[in-house]
């Protein structure tokens, strides 16, 4: 016997069994965000300090215009579909993978430039020496922040190296680091020496760095490895899947719109994840 | 024409009537990969998944049995099987004594192997798989590949687990709860491995869940309207629908755990934390108390998905062997819908010595003695069931009206841990051990033993044997009670959980009317690890009686043994692939046992006219 | 759900968040002065009308479509 409604829904529910599936996952998936959203307030509320600012406000919003029109396009290949033009819903599904490909390179290209981008904070002796040798210190001497009591420098470093530590710094036998700091503003200061002793602790942009960026990571981690999955799908559907549409093209129109319902989904997470980490 | 059948149930049972299919599509014999392995068919999914948990649950109980040795003589060689120890883990079995790290792996991981590797894949992945779509006239889970990934990610997970034992430095060993900042601190690795293997777990629940509850809504036979439903798929699909809502923000409180662990964050690390005299190099500002509450959001629901499958197949073993239906059919269905949803809403009366304060406090003690009262209904319907019943008292009847009693004490034990005044004094004591192991084990494993002797005859064509499961349940019922009883008194006198050498230290305090325990109360160590091994004899019956039976015992001589009515019962032994010979449609309730004027006592449900 | 109603629904959140992005950014701009901060409170205001012109449209032409 086949197993009824896979394609025909079910006269009591309307629905299609792979429809009440994926409406099932959406499901399970806001309670996994949502705790997610909820340690995010927890360790908000719980901070005494918050980084503000953080994040490259030009490139959340590229990544936020270029997935709301992924959306859009995913749903004009479905209409597409519906109206059994197969030549125009194949060039939605691919404009779709692509707005998601793009949107996962710029996401790549922000974790880089927060992989190599530094904060050192400084012990007692390191912050009176660099006041005595460096007169402009005010320019990039930063007040105490997610270290209570501790000032700290933020900058990069020569060759701009990944996600160094101070702990890797003491076993590779590193004695002094060359820190370009920044001032606000943008930009560079002069480039200022730091010897390792005077170093308290010293991560890039890292989860390690802070519950901001832990939190940051976790979310939008969490958030980039569902789009690869919906890229994965839509990829097959788009590709070797797309042969069903010759022998089943309902059940095919079917599939799209599960995938479809799914990368909805996942651009509404983006779109409470970016005013979370990139506005306030 | 090609008649073979397309499962691959246990195919020694030659004697019994056999499936045959004539339906439509292709014949192809699959390769043994396909049938055996990689099976999409939800019957010998269900058998995967029920083989697999009694392996873990064996496992499990071994492991219990290891740390019984310890509690009762502590630091002494474990006979037997201290060398085979030593010559596996090497230093932490040292002599063939178990060290106190060895202990608390040992205890971590026979919670988590009993509660997510033994019971839950038996009772949901092994029983629900097999007989939900069975009981809703159905040809197999809505989605039948996905339920043989779930199985399979399930297997890995449990590997994951089994494997962390043999890593330096050994398994998880801070609870089965793993809460920070403890987990995160050992500077083992077996700690990665649980959370890698709770993420894979948490995977495998969540596909079958979607699969189970799409089912139940999707592919009930034409007639099954909902309150045509047998109890057994109510109790399922509540069970999956909280599996479904409650089980991801354990697995976000699993990724951030492991963030913390490998990576480095401070989720749940709190700020000026100081481990071994040296203030922790991370940056702080975490919440400890944050990880309880995303872990006991889902291990409150948890617990329910432990008894409520149970309850289900207490319904229907009970309703056959007293011949007459369930009393309260109506009630019990919509308290099993109230359990599910007040359970998402008390999960704090776990956390009641973490400083919460009256307010928040008081709601979670009243949302805590709100949800017995379903609770309370459902077992006095039960027993209320069994009034004029023509009983028939077999092996599973003599499991399921055991479950009973004993869940009945198991949850009035309950009530002293549910109210923060008595709670102070109990938390964390052998009195929640004994509490929660009076309604899982003989609770919700007498349900699966009642469900393995009950449903054994249509899986395989044979019976087990009665004597041999007599003796199984009488013996196991005594040494469950000899068991854990006594961990009540324990609790009482105050000793506490997860103590590697049974509160021997406390026996020897100082002044024992301020702090300590009376010797008695540890020396009762030594009688529950004699009852446990007396538990562990009483097992093996169950073990060679499951196997001998396949082959030696009785054959059944139709289709429906127990004369029951619901629509499992109404398929050929065992079913064949597509489960129903002829398409099903449904006349009546699930249990018309004992209708006055009518000539058989039990009408099936695919009956369209009763027999007069 | 039917699909249909699901973008309604997303575009809607959509549109919001462009109000929001808007309001902010205007915000910002008259507490600092910065006149970046202007452009983009005028182009996240244009994508509003934008969305909310889409939207409409997509409900008149899937209006045939079940």
Redesign the interface.
């Known amino acids: 016997m086949e197993i009824p409604y896979t394609v025909t829904p079910r006269r009591e529910t309307g629905l299609y069994n792979g429809k009440l599936g994926i409406w099932m996952f959406l499901a399970s998936e806001v309670m996994l965000f949502g705790a997610l959203f909820s340690s995010y307030a927890a360790l908000r509320t719980g901070a005494d300090f918050w980084p503000t600012r953080m994040m490259s406000l030009a490139m959340g919003t590229m990544n936020t215009a270029i997935l709301i029109s992924s959306s859009i396009l995913v749903v004009m290949g479905w209409t597409a579909l519906k109206l059994k033009q197969f030549e125009k819903f194949k060039l939605y599904q691919g404009l779709t993978l692509l707005c998601a490909i793009v949107f996962l390179c710029i996401k790549g290209i922000e974790y880089r430039q927060k992989f190599i981008h530094y904060e050192v904070w400084l012990t007692d002796q390191g912050v009176s020496r660099l006041m005595e040798q460096h007169p402009h210190h005010e320019q990039w001497l930063k007040s105490p922040g997610v270290f209570p009591g501790r000032l700290s420098v933020t900058g990069h470093l020569e060759g701009n190296p990944w996600l160094l530590t101070h702990k890797k710094l003491k076993a590779k036998g590193v004695q002094e680091i060359t820190l370009y700091p920044d001032v606000a503003g943008g930009g560079h200061a002069e480039p200022v020496k730091i010897s390792v002793n005077e170093i308290f602790r010293m991560t890039a942009y890292a989860p390690a760095h802070s519950s901001y960026f832990a939190i940051y990571y976790a979310l939008t981690g969490l958030h980039a490895l569902h789009v690869i999955g919906g890229i994965i799908v839509m990829s097959y559907l788009w590709g070797p899947g797309r042969r069903m549409w010759l022998t089943e093209p309902e059940r095919f129109t079917n599939r799209i719109e599960c995938s479809v319902v799914y990368w909805h989904f996942v651009d509404f997470v983006w779109l409470i994840v970016f005013p979370l980490f990139y506005l306030f | 024409m090609d008649m073979q059948s397309e499962t691959a149930t246990l195919e020694h049972a030659h004697s019994a009537p056999h499936g045959h299919e004539a339906h439509a599509g292709h014949h192809a014999p699959l390769s043994f990969w396909r049938r055996y392995i990689f099976s999409v068919d939800h019957k010998v999914v269900g058998i995967q998944y029920g083989i697999t948990a009694l392996v873990f649950m064996l496992i499990g109980f071994f492991l219990m049995l290891l740390m019984r040795w310890q509690l009762a003589y502590p630091g002494q060689p474990i006979p037997v099987f201290g060398p085979m120890l030593e010559a596996v883990l090497g230093d932490v079995a040292r002599g063939g004594r178990m060290t106190p790290d060895l202990y608390n792996s040992f205890g971590a991981m026979h919670g988590t192997i009993m509660v997510f590797l033994a019971v839950v894949p038996m009772i949901v992945g092994a029983l629900g798989n097999y007989l939900v779509p069975l009981q809703i006239g159905a040809p197999d889970m809505a989605f039948p590949r996905l339920n043989m990934m779930s199985y399979h990610i399930y297997l890995w997970g449990g590997l994951v687990m089994m494997v962390s034992f043999f890593i330096p430095g050994g398994a998880a060993q801070s609870g089965w709860t793993s809460y920070s900042p403890l987990a995160v601190v050992v500077p083992t690795m077996g700690q990665t491995f649980w959370l890698i293997g709770m993420v894979l777990l948490i995977t495998s629940s969540l596909l079958g869940s979607i699969n189970i509850i799409t089912t139940i809504i999707q592919l009930r036979a034409p007639g099954l309207t909902w309150m045509r439903l047998p109890f057994f798929v109510w109790a399922q699909l509540v069970t999956n629908f909280l599996l479904l809502l409650a089980f991801p923000p354990l697995e976000a409180a699993g990724i951030m755990q492991l963030m913390d662990k490998v990576l480095g964050t401070s989720f749940f690390m709190p700020t000026g934390l100081v481990v071994g005299g040296q203030p922790l190099d991370v940056s702080g500002g975490g919440s400890p108390l944050l990880y309880q509450h995303l872990f006991w959001f889902l291990a409150h629901p948890e617990v329910y998905v432990l008894i409520l499958p149970a309850m289900g197949v207490l319904a229907e073993v009970i309703s056959t062997n007293t011949r007459k239906a369930i009393w309260g059919y109506r009630l019990m269905v919509y308290s099993s819908l109230a359990l599910g949803f007040l359970s998402m809403i008390v999960w704090a009366h776990h956390m009641y010595l973490t400083g919460m304060g009256t307010r928040l406090s008081t709601f979670f003690q009243t949302t805590t003695m709100i949800i017995s009262i379903p609770s309370v209904i459902i077992i006095t319907c039960f027993f209320v069931s069994l009034w004029g019943g023509s009983i028939r008292f077999n092996t599973p009847m003599l499991f399921a009206l055991a479950f009973l009693p004993m869940f009945g004490i198991g949850g009035l034990t309950g009530l002293p841990l549910g109210f923060s005044f008595s709670d102070i004094h109990l938390h964390d004591s052998y009195y929640v051990i004994g509490h929660f192991h009076y309604v899982v084990a003989p609770g919700t494993i007498f349900a699966i033993f009642a469900a393995v002797y009950h449903w054994y005859p249509k899986v395989t064509g044979r019976f087990m044997n009665e004597f041999w499961g007599r003796v199984h349940f009488v013996l196991s019922l005594i040494f469950m009670n000899l068991v854990f009883f006594p961990m009540f008194l324990q609790g009482i006198y105050g000793m506490s959980r997860r103590m590697s050498d049974g509160g021997a230290t406390y026996a020897q305090a100082d002044n024992l009317a301020v702090v300590g325990l009376p010797q008695w109360v540890v020396d009762l160590n030594i009688n529950i690890t004699h009852a446990a091994v007396g538990l562990m004899l009483a097992q093996i019956p169950f073990v060679i009686n499951f196997f001998w039976s396949l082959r030696h015992s009785a054959p059944v001589k139709s289709d429906n043994p127990w004369q029951a009515t619901t629509l499992e019962w109404q398929t050929p032994t065992p079913p064949g692939h597509g489960n129903f010979v002829e398409p099903v449609r449904v006349y009546r309730s699930a249990y018309e046992y004992s209708i006055p004027g009518r000539e058989t006592d039990f009408t099936p449900q695919n009956q369209p006219q009763p027999a007069r | ?1 039917p ?1 249909k109603f ?2 309604i629904f ?2 809607t ?2 549109f919001l ?1 462009t109000l ?2 808007a309001a ?1 950014a205007f915000h910002i701009y008259l507490k600092t002065g910065e006149t970046s901060f202007a452009v ?1 409170g005028g182009g996240s205001a244009v ?1 509003g009308i934008v ?1 909310f012109g ?1 939207v409409i449209y ?1 409900w008149r ?2 209006k045939g ?1 079940q």
């Open positions: 759900m699909l699901l973008h997303f575009i959140a959509a968040l929001g992005l902010w983009y994508s969305l889409y997509f032409k899937m479509i």
